[in-house]
C-alpha cells in the first residue's frame, strides 16, 4: 500500500503545500524567540496571533488562493482566520500554520504545519494529510486509501511489543499527575509538543503510542491522525468517539489516542479520561 504514490490532484497540492512551507521555513526559522512570539494581533478563536503564526498562515493561505484558483475553486478551516470560502465550499482545506506554537516562540525546534484535504464537512471525510517537520525538515503525507509517506518514501508503521516508549501531548503537571498511575508498564515518556508529530511519530514507529491529555482541535489532529492511519497505526477519538461527528470548525473539542498495537488503545483512553477527570 502506497508504493504507487498519491493521486494526481493530491499530488498537486502536496507539491503547493511543499513550496509553501519551504518559503516559512526561510522566513520563521532565522527569527529569534523574541522575534518569533511578537503578538500581531489575534486569530479567529481568541488567541493571540504572534508573528511566526501570522508568517505561516500568510504564506500558506496564498498557496491554498492560488490552488484553489487554479482548480476551482476551496474552503479554508484556519486556526487563525476561521472558516472562510474561497470560491467552493469543498473540498475544506484545514490548516494549522504552526502545531507546536509554545515550542516555535521559546526557541524549541520541535513545530510543524498540518494541513488536510478533506472532501466533506466532518473528519470522517478526509482526503490528504500533509505535516512538515520544521526541526528536521520531515514531510508526512498521506492519502486516504492510497497509503502514507515519509519524504516521498512509503511510510508503514512497525510491529510492537507494548507501549514502551509513549509521547503524551497537553501534559500539564496537573494532568500528568493523574495519568501516570495509568502508565506503570510504559519505560519512557516523551513530551514532543506537537500533536500532529506526535501522531506522526506513532506512525513512523519512533513511539508506540500517544495520548493527548487536553483537547484537540480539527486543525491539530486532521492529517496526523490521517497519516497515522494509513501508516497502520490504530486511531481513536474520544468524546465523541466517532471521526463522523466531529465536525471541521475550531470550535470543536475532543481528544485523541494512537497507538501501534489497537490492543493498547483502551489503556491510552483510560490515561486520557484520568488526565481530565
Same mark, same amino acid.
Not at 246 to 265: K, M, N, P, T, Y
Given at each position: 500500500m502506497g508504493d504507487a504514490g498519491p493521486s494526481p490532484a493530491t499530488a498537486r497540492w502536496f507539491g503547493r503545500l511543499a513550496k509553501?512551507?519551504?518559503?516559512v521555513a526561510a522566513?520563521?526559522?532565522?527569527?529569534?524567540p523574541a522575534q518569533r512570539r511578537e503578538v500581531t494581533g489575534s486569530g479567529a478563536g481568541g488567541d493571540p496571533t504572534t508573528r511566526i503564526d501570522r508568517i505561516a498562515e500568510d504564506v500558506l493561505l496564498a498557496a491554498i488562493s492560488a490552488g484553489a484558483e487554479a482548480d476551482g475553486g476551496v474552503a479554508v478551516v484556519s486556526e487563525e482566520v476561521g472558516s472562510k470560502a474561497l470560491g467552493a465550499d469543498t473540498p475544506v482545506i484545514v490548516v494549522d500554520p504552526i502545531d507546536g506554537s509554545l515550542n516555535a516562540k521559546r526557541g524549541l525546534p520541535w513545530f510543524s504545519s498540518s494541513i488536510a484535504i478533506v472532501d466533506g464537512p466532518r473528519m470522517s471525510d478526509i482526503r490528504a494529510g500533509y505535516v512538515h517537520d520544521f526541526a528536521t525538515g520531515n514531510v508526512f503525507t498521506a492519502e486516504a486509501g492510497g497509503g502514507a509517506w515519509l519524504n516521498g518514501q512509503p511510510l508503514r508503521s512497525p510491529d510492537s511489543d507494548g507501549l514502551r516508549v509513549v509521547a503524551l501531548e497537553g501534559a500539564?503537571?496537573?494532568?500528568l499527575a493523574r495519568a501516570l498511575p495509568h502508565l506503570g508498564a510504559t &519505560?519512557?515518556?516523551? !513530551?514532543?509538543?506537537?500533536?500532529a508529530l506526535s501522531?506522526?511519530?506513532t506512525a513512523a514507529g519512533w513511539v508506540d503510542g500517544m495520548a493527548g491529555l487536553g483537547a484537540a482541535r480539527t486543525v491539530d489532529v486532521?492529517?496526523?491522525m490521517l497519516i497515522a492511519r494509513e501508516a497502520g497505526a490504530a486511531v481513536s477519538f474520544i468524546d465523541p468517539d466517532d471521526p463522523a461527528e466531529?465536525?471541521?470548525?475550531?470550535?470543536?473539542?475532543?481528544?485523541?489516542?494512537?497507538?501501534? &498495537?489497537?490492543?493498547? !488503545?483502551p489503556l491510552l483512553r483510560e490515561t486520557i479520561a484520568a488526565a481530565d477527570a
Open positions: 509553501a512551507c519551504e518559503q522566513e520563521a526559522l532565522p527569527l529569534s500539564e503537571p496537573a494532568r &519505560r519512557r515518556l516523551r !513530551l514532543i509538543g506537537s500533536l501522531l506522526c511519530a486532521a492529517a496526523g466531529i465536525g471541521l470548525g475550531i470550535e470543536e473539542r475532543f481528544w485523541v489516542a494512537a497507538a501501534l &498495537r489497537a490492543d493498547d !488503545l
